[in-house]
């Protein structure tokens, strides 16, 4: 669970289905209670990500801490890893305003996408958000018509179903790959998250059945 930890801040690997915040969704079960048991202190978070998601998560273990992450919060570098439906180009910018939240007006948001592999109908894909807006990389991509697999509020039912049943995928194919930031004590904190096993069996499976489209 524990990616890196040091006298400032520790970095988890979140697993899918549980939100970063109860205060955010009412779960009584929410990671940062769980980060909190594990290391034995209060924590801060730094950043969230979608319930559904997966991958490195940033704590603060200090409140001056968590300020100077959040500070440095436009610095950070973060790419993720997802399953589309459909293949965006090799390489593309998305500049596509977007709500800042439930509700509120729209405000700039950029992510960079790149095409890694297909697979029939399907792509992975690597994303880079520049700005941190409320579902940025799912809004985004169901913007240039590639919504993300496993996503039941911009996503398609039926591929949905698709990878459900036939490459046992249950959650949203989206991962937080790695994240690097200032670290409030000088240098970079760069941190990597492994794939976790259920996207990787899909993707295989993804390459087995669609090897000859």
């Given at each position: 669970m524990i990616l890196h930890r040091d006298a400032r801040c520790v970095v988890v690997d979140k697993p899918?289905?549980?939100?970063?915040?109860?205060g955010w969704d009412g779960d009584d079960d929410a990671l940062l209670q769980r980060v909190r048991d594990a290391v034995g202190m209060y924590v801060y978070p730094v950043h969230r990500l979608d319930r559904g998601?997966?991958?490195a998560t940033l704590f603060a273990l200090d409140?001056?801490?968590?300020?100077a992450f959040s500070d440095a919060w436009s610095e950070a570098r973060k790419v993720y890893l997802a399953i589309t439906r459909g293949h965006p180009p090799d390489e593309l910018v998305i500049d596509h305003a977007i709500p800042s939240g439930p509700g509120e007006d729209r405000v700039p948001a950029v992510t960079e996408v790149r095409r890694l592999e297909t697979f029939g109908r399907y792509a992975l894909v690597e994303a880079r958000p520049r700005t941190g807006r409320l579902h940025q990389i799912r809004r985004h991509l169901k913007h240039i018509a590639c919504p993300l697999v496993g996503d039941v509020r911009y996503?398609?039912?039926e591929h949905n179903r698709i990878f459900r049943t036939q490459h046992d995928l249950h959650r949203l194919a989206l991962h937080a790959a790695s994240l690097a930031v200032p670290h409030p004590d000088g240098g970079t904190l760069s941190v990597e998250s492994p794939l976790p096993d259920d996207l990787a069996r899909a993707i295989a499976s993804c390459r087995r059945v669609y090897v000859c489209c």
């Open positions: 899918a289905g549980v939100a970063t915040h109860r998601a997966s991958g409140k001056e801490a968590a300020r996503g398609k039912g």
